[in-house]
């Protein structure tokens, strides 16, 4: 019998490239972190021998996918206090 999709490592890495496309049209680093979340999960499942359930995997996700979000919020962020403003319209 075949293996659960879930546990197929190229299914993690397309829904992360997936992800990743996402996050170009839809700016803001919020799908971004969830793209390495699954681009890590799927390489966890290269290791040979390696087999978890869904539950694990899924706990797995979230927690990578909270930590990178927070990794990137905290590269990519104003200054605390600091607020964006904008001078000039562009169309100026």
């Known amino acids: ?6 546990l197929t490592w190229w299914v993690w890495l397309a829904a992360a490239l997936a992800l ?3 996050e170009v ?5 919020i799908f971004l972190g969830f793209a390495i979340g699954a ?9 040979p021998g390696l087999v ?5 995997l899924l706990l797995i996700f979230a927690v990578l996918s909270l930590v990178s979000w927070l990794a990137l919020r905290r ?3 104003l200054p605390h206090g600091q607020v964006k403003t ?3 319209d562009i169309n100026e």
């Open 20 to 22: 990743a496309i996402l």
């Open 75 to 77: 590269m990519f962020a």
């Open 86 to 88: 904008f001078n000039h």
């Open 52 to 56: 978890l359930s869904l539950p694990v």
């Open 1 to 6: 019998m075949a293996e659960p999709f879930w």
């Open 39 to 47: 681009a890590i999960t799927g390489l966890l499942l290269l290791i």
């Open 25 to 29: 049209a839809l700016p803001g680093f």
